[in-house]
């Protein structure tokens, strides 16, 4: 059995190809980066220049040439995009944001459904997946893949600006602890009441989707959730966060979670691994001042 990956994102190739090398062999096609060629496919493809256009008819036609099994595509915007491109030329039907894959008697994946509010787990004979961020963390292997150069053809397209969004500096996906605002913190103001234990546990902010979209509090870049980013740090610390399942399905993969809110009911307390009921401005305090004996 063997598997395509491709993702213009380097880390999320690195995820993909450990979660699939045990269950096929793959190769992997993504813009050139040293580290990957140590996660354990059998041949890394580098591209530079790539667009939808030189990219989708390099992919047709390599797919077709090598007979793969399944292709599985980053859901990046330009993997997303890719992937509606690929479906047209090969007639090959594409299940999308799959974070799940398994194929036994039949080729089972799983995926969240209604905005997020549910998963949903398919028996298919689709071939082709887009895969969400973060579906495993990425671990090295004492085997190094070969290595082949891709010269794509001159697209159509052409950079004339880019303009980068506002970030908050570090990815916070790379965040080992990381401590999350929600609109329990009240105003944006209080966020300077809890950088005290940003700093005790080196800690990196993030936010849910109202503080980093609606209000502003923290820049687009610090979003957790389905509709962010997906992290997996050893401590998640949800500080006034209720826990939806839009934002509990971007921090699933955190070894630990803590919760901290007022409300008892908050849905963050069927998910966490330790909550505290009660005044995240009493509480924080209380913490940092222990952390820091």
């Known amino acids: 059995m063997k598997g395509l990956i491709f993702s213009d994102e380097p880390k999320n190739a690195m995820e993909m190809v450990t979660y699939l090398r045990g269950k096929m062999d793959v190769d992997v096609i993504s813009t050139e980066n040293k580290e990957l060629v140590e996660y354990g496919a059998a041949t890394v493809y580098f591209y530079s220049d790539g667009f939808v256009d030189n990219l989708s008819k390099f992919l047709a036609g390599h797919i077709e040439k090598n007979n793969y099994d399944f292709i599985f595509i980053s859901s990046t915007n330009t993997g997303r ?71 794509l053809e001159k697209s159509n397209y052409k950079i004339i600006n880019v303009k980068n969004k506002e970030s908050g500096g570090t990815d916070i996906r790379n965040a080992k602890v990381i401590v999350s605002i929600g609109r329990g913190l009240g105003s944006q103001e209080n966020i ?96 940092v001042e222990k952390l820091k004996n």
């Open 192 to 287: 300077e009441k809890i950088m005290p234990l940003v700093a005790v546990l080196h800690a990196e902010i993030s936010g849910s989707r109202p503080v980093c979209l609606d209000y502003k509090w923290l820049s687009e870049d610090k979003q957790v959730g389905l509709s962010g980013k997906k992290v997996r740090p050893d401590f998640y610390i949800a500080l006034g966060i209720s826990g939806q399942i839009q934002h509990i399905a971007g921090i699933r993969g955190s070894k630990t979670i803590i919760a901290i809110n007022k409300d008892k009911s908050a849905p963050i307390f069927e998910e966490c691994d330790y909550g505290i009921v009660g005044d995240l401005f009493t509480v924080v305090p209380e913490l």
């Open 81 to 151: 995009e890719l992937a509606g491109i690929l479906s047209y030329k090969l007639k090959m039907k594409c299940m999308p944001e799959i974070f799940y894959f398994e194929n036994k008697e039949n080729i089972t994946t799983k995926r969240f459904f209604h905005g997020g509010k549910t998963v949903v787990e398919e028996e298919s004979n689709f071939k082709m997946f887009t895969v969400s961020a973060g579906i495993i963390e990425a671990e090295k292997i004492n085997k190094k893949s070969d290595v082949k150069k891709i010269d």
